[in-house]
């Protein structure tokens, strides 16, 4: 007789169905776990002898996409499966990590905690596998990179350092620009890669493009700004003082100029234009001037007392930071191919850091 995988509709059945082979203190949301009189403390060497990578994928993936079904399918298995390894894990750390609210499953606490530590060691596998499949390898060439300078200080410096340490006789070069004026170099084969961030993204002819992250940029003044200790603030008010814009012909001026216009006011005219974040950071502490800032490289300067957010919204301006390369240079190119794995695990890395 053929034998079929049984798959049920979540943990709570299988606990139900088989409570001897399930940990039957699978408890429901809002409602306290029931007592367990084998509860026992967690101990450092169960966790290190008993936890395997499948756990630590199962609980990751559980933290993300919180229903078994969806686990099972992205893990490529059963949903007995993944519901094994879960009570497996509890066992292991002898109290529950779900909970259950109708047909999704929530973390507890220490499910949380679990959760996190397994995607940083799942991380750090990966980067392993990864530097040891480059430098088994033995790429080298040359890589020349475009950004913008609101995307460039937030990855390249990581990516980099990634890809000397794992092909060390790989060259790389960096150019600063705006997307206009770095677009021409990437076409004619002078650059090839462009990092930017991108305002109503389109498919370009002959041109491969991936997304890196996303994060909101704000508006920020110096300490001393009069603005900068307002609760409350308009447009009309803000447009009043100087700023501190992309040059006019860019495409994040022409974001910002739209910005403005959707917020019922003209583009300032008494503005300062300028690409660089370190000089704008300068300008704003010896004039009352506004400019923009990427929220990751933002928070530092905030916690320093450097700068100040003001409380404008900006709806998401300019908040997608893409990578774009000419679609046949790939195959014709190892270091190229290689940066962009870099780059894509760093963005990956940059996309778990809270922005608050």
Request: with cysteine; charged share 20%; glycine share 4%.
């Amino acid at each position: 007789m053929e034998r079929r995988a049984i798959v049920l509709p979540d943990v709570l059945t299988l606990h139900l169905r088989h409570p001897l082979r399930y940990d039957p203190h699978l408890p429901v949301a809002g409602k306290p776990a029931p007592a367990d009189k084998h509860k026992r403390p967690i101990r450092h060497m169960d966790l290190l002898k008993s936890v395997t990578i499948r756990h630590l994928r199962v609980i990751a993936a559980l933290a993300e996409l919180k229903l078994v079904a969806r686990v099972a399918e992205e893990l490529n298995v059963t949903q007995p499966a993944v519901s094994k390894q879960i009570g497996d894990l509890e066992r292991v750390v002898g109290a529950p990590i779900v909970t259950r609210d109708r047909n999704r499953l929530h973390l507890t606490a220490i499910g949380r905690r679990l959760a996190e530590h397994a995607r940083q060691v799942l991380s750090q596998l990966d980067r392993a596998a990864f530097d040891i499949e480059a430098m088994a390898s033995g790429v080298s060439g040359s890589v020349a990179v475009g950004t913008v300078s609101s995307v460039g200080p937030i990855l390249l410096p990581k990516a980099i350092a990634v890809l000397k340490r794992s092909a060390p006789e790989t060259a790389i070069s960096v150019v600063e620009g705006h997307f206009v004026s770095l677009y021409p170099q990437l076409e004619s084969g002078m650059l090839d890669l462009l990092i930017a961030r991108v305002w109503q993204p389109q498919e370009l002819q002959g041109i491969e493009q991936s997304v890196l992250f996303r994060e909101p940029v704000a508006i920020v003044s110096g300490r001393d700004h009069p603005l900068a200790r307002r609760s409350d603030l308009t447009w009309d008010e803000a447009s009043e003082w100087p700023w501190i814009l992309p040059p006019a012909n860019s495409v994040a001026r022409r974001a910002i100029d739209t910005l403005f216009s959707e917020n019922g006011v003209v583009t300032p005219s008494n503005t300062v234009a300028s690409l660089s974040l370190t000089l704008n950071l300068l300008i704003m502490q010896e004039m009352p001037a506004l400019g923009l800032f990427p929220a990751s490289l933002m928070q530092a300067h905030t916690a320093r007392g450097e700068v100040v957010v003001l409380p404008l919204e900006t709806h998401g301006l300019l908040s997608e930071a893409r990578c774009f390369w000419r679609s046949d240079q790939l195959a014709s190119n190892s270091a190229l191919e290689l940066f962009l794995k870099c780059l894509e695990n760093t963005a990956a890395d940059h996309n778990t850091i809270p922005l608050s």
